[in-house]
């Protein structure tokens, strides 16, 4: 499980908290409900009706996904893919029915089948990258209803701000609760930029992210499986698909690659 957002969320809510004492206020002052779900709700409901019900039932899966998602390094999946050409080249492609059963990568998993299952290499070239763009098409709807709830928190929580202080001005004639009245009223505003720039966008950004990372994690996929049925050389197969990882990645392969053949 990838921590990064979590820890993200916390230590900004932590700097938020510890900014507050640190200024002689206490944490309490602001943590008032009506303002935080005036805030929290409404920049869910003002996303819900931008988008289609499809996009709110998938909220908190996306929200899961966010928060605890994990990123497998690009050099174990390489590895798997080497393995399976190497077997492949060894024993022939058919040879590969066995070994798909225990393949946990699921994309992985579909392009060997179709592969083993005789599909042109054409044929299995446009099925496979038309799933690549369905997932980021779907990618990109989960992203949007959190950026969604980014650009409306703000502005709900000047609502939010307005509507306190019409219960100010409505209580003028009670001097003693104004301070206290007033400094509720603001803490709407408060939680609507706080909740869009420390929770709502980062996690839009951190599932753009994570869309990324799988996206090039099945074109090296796609790549692997159109060698391995073409029954390319195992090592010019670990090469190519070591030149699709990001440099620093591509170093860890290779100095792995090293110490194997070392070995």
């Known amino acids: 499980m990838d921590l990064a957002t979590i820890i993200g969320v ?16 206490s944490p309490a002052s602001i943590l008032l409900i009506p303002s935080m ?3 929290f709700g409404g920049a869910f409901a003002a996303a819900m009706a931008g988008g289609v019900m499809k996009d709110t039932k998938g909220f908190f899966g996306q929200l899961q996904k966010a928060l605890t998602n994990k990123v497998t390094p690009p050099t174990e999946l390489l590895d798997n893919v080497v393995k399976l050409a190497e077997r492949a ?3 022939g492609l058919l040879a590969l029915e066995d070994a798909v059963k225990t393949v946990e990568h699921p994309f992985l998993k ?3 089948q179709l592969a083993i299952d005789g599909t042109d290499p054409d044929e299995l070239h446009d099925i496979l990258h038309a799933e690549v763009t369905a997932k980021k098409k779907a990618d990109k709807a989960g992203m949007k209803f959190f950026e969604a709830m980014g650009g409306y928190a703000p502005t709900i929580g000047i609502v939010g701000t307005v509507m306190g202080l019409v219960h100010v001005l409505e209580n003028l004639d009670q001097p003693e609760t104004l301070g206290h009245s007033i ?3 603001f803490c709407a505003t408060l939680w609507g930029v706080l909740t869009a720039n420390l929770m709502w966008l980062p996690m839009a950004a951190r599932l753009t992210r994570l869309s990324a990372i799988e996206a090039e994690e099945m074109e090296l996929v796609i ?3 159109l060698a391995i049925q073409a029954g390319s050389n195992p090592r010019l197969v670990a090469q190519k698909l070591r030149s699709l990882l990001p440099p620093d990645e591509m170093k860890k392969a290779e100095s792995a690659a090293s110490t194997k053949k070392a070995a």
């Open 37 to 39: 779900l005036l805030v």
């Open 183 to 185: 400094a509720a009223a």
């Open 223 to 225: 790549d692997g499986v």
């Open 89 to 91: 080249r060894r024993e």
């Open 110 to 112: 579909r392009g060997l």
């Open 10 to 25: 916390l230590a900004g809510l932590v700097i938020v908290f510890t900014v507050q004492i640190l200024e002689g206020g």
